[in-house]
């Protein structure tokens, strides 16, 4: 079974608006970790930001948000005022219990237009 | 800071060679991993190793061998490459359960 989805392949975002990423997840573990990656076109894998299962504030980076709703398994990344640099691919992932293995969704292309 | 490396960036084999795939990381990390990334697949792990000497299958470990006998180098090889062995492979460290994994550039690999 799937245990990220990311149902978005491609979406397009005007510059300086905001932009919601889509992420579910599927686990019974009650411990688990959610992480989203930023892969420009590049190639390099680069770390945005991390929310742990319980956690009791939702993360924030920056212009990065995780808005977590955990009985939804929901942990979709918000990018607040968009920038031409902010297109890429994102990528959610999650870590379970002690498992260290991070596993990732299919991901979802952003194309910011100016 | 190097950070997670990895040699050669890009190769191009024939069907059937081998080939061994190099990651090294100066960050002192006990849990090492390799990935391949294909279109519309995201990443999906072949191997991945939680300290020196030891080695755990992933999700996609067919036809992928590894070794972890230093701490730093966490190494991929190939036996005989298949075309669906063409892909990315990122090799990536990371420090605990919490804390994020440090990937390398990536390998972009073809086999014809």
């Known amino acids: 079974a799937q245990k990220i989805t990311q149902t978005q392949p491609g979406m397009f975002v005007q510059e300086k608006e905001a932009v919601t990423l889509d992420c579910t997840y599927d686990?019974?573990?009650?411990?688990?970790?959610l992480f989203w990656y930023k892969q420009p076109s590049s190639g390099e894998m680069i770390f945005l930001i991390y929310q742990g299962s319980y956690d009791q504030q939702n993360a924030t980076e920056g212009r990065y948000s995780l808005n977590f709703q955990k009985a939804r398994k929901s942990a979709n990344l918000v990018i607040s005022a968009s920038q031409l640099g902010d297109s890429a691919m994102y990528f959610c992932a999650m870590r379970e219990g002690d498992d260290y293995k991070l596993s990732f969704g299919a991901g979802t292309t952003v194309t910011v237009r100016a | 800071n190097a950070g997670v490396t990895q040699t050669p960036k890009f190769r191009v084999l024939k069907t059937g060679q081998s080939m061994t795939l190099l990651c090294a990381q100066d960050m002192n990390h006990e849990y090492m991993y390799w990935y391949r990334q294909d279109p519309g697949m995201g990443l999906r792990l072949i191997h991945y190793?939680?300290?020196?000497?030891?080695?755990a299958k992933g999700e996609v470990p067919d036809g992928y061998n590894v070794s972890r006998l230093k701490k730093q180098n966490f190494l991929l090889g190939l036996e005989s490459a298949a075309p669906s062995q063409t892909s990315v492979y990122f090799c990536a460290s990371s420090f605990s359960l919490n804390t994020e994994a440090f990937f390398g550039q990536g390998t972009r690999l073809t086999v014809v």
């Open positions: 190793s939680v300290g020196e000497g030891t080695t």
């Open positions: 686990t019974s573990d009650p411990s688990y970790g």
